[in-house]
């Protein structure tokens, strides 16, 4: 029999708002879960594959199992996808069925099935440019992260050689950037219009203040998840180096001359002022799920 954890939080995360920076330290202080990306894949399939499960309830058991720490509390990193988000909530609420056959079927319900007294945050970056800009990159470099030491998540990775990136400049794509730009934002509408439906407002983290208060925002998030004696615990280093650098400066310049140039619209309005209005907001309101 496996041991439900005391408690459970997910840092729902697009693509390079430092998502691997913010999970890694909180992994490293032991007592925060092991957040990794237990859920993404390509489809749930996939899912069950990577965690060696059959079942919906296998699947439950064994999240229990790898992504909490000794305290009882587990951690994950969701990259939400809205379609196979679907597959796996479908998932979860089968396990929920068998429990309780003649409930109504609630994503919300199922969700906390998997994971008790789950607490939300909310990754995003102010400057959607220099996201979309950075996706490219990766994308085209193919380095992804600049791990400082061997025991990441991610493990250790070579870095890239300067020569090997003497070309990458030539690599700018405006309708890519721009495409990557649109795909963040709808993202994140997905993953806000999910926590509204369970009438949640998220802890929002973001990649800016990360990057430049680094332990003062790792431990408003601790806090935030009611880790005990979260003001006393050291905050480890950061475990990867920044990737950013003069290429990513002259692709977003050049990216907002060519958007001005061609009059094009980057991204969904709706999807900019849902991120505007909600980091405006008191992002310390974010509660539990109902």
Known sequence: MVTPPEQSYVLWFTQRVGSSLLAQALED????GRPR????????AEVMKKLGVATAQELRHQLWRVATTSNGVLGIKYGMVP??????IDLMASVEREAAPNEKDRSDGAWRGFFPNCRHCFLTRRDKVRLAVSWWRAIKSEEWHR???????VGMVEPKLPGSLG??????????????????????????????????EPFAIVYED???????TVRSVLEFLRVPDARALTIPQPA????????????????????????????????AAATTTRLHGNSRSSMESP
């Open 210 to 216: 990360l990057v430049g208060s680094f332990e003062a």
């Open 83 to 88: 379609k196979l988000h679907e597959e796996l």
């Open 37 to 44: 990306e237990w859920l993404n894949a390509a489809n749930a």
């Open 167 to 200: 070309s990458l400049i030539e690599k700018y794509d405006f309708h890519a950037i721009r495409h990557l730009l649109g795909q963040c934002c709808a993202r994140e509408d997905a993953i806000h219009r999910q926590l509204d439906a369970w009438a949640i």
């Open 240 to 271: 990867f180096e920044a990737l950013a650098d003069e290429i990513n400066d002259a692709w977003s310049e050049r990216f907002l001359a060519d958007r001005r140039r061609l009059g094009a619209l980057p991204e969904p309005p709706s999807a």
């Open 29 to 32: 202080t032991g007592v925060a």
């Open 147 to 153: 791990p400082n030491r061997s025991d990441t998540s």
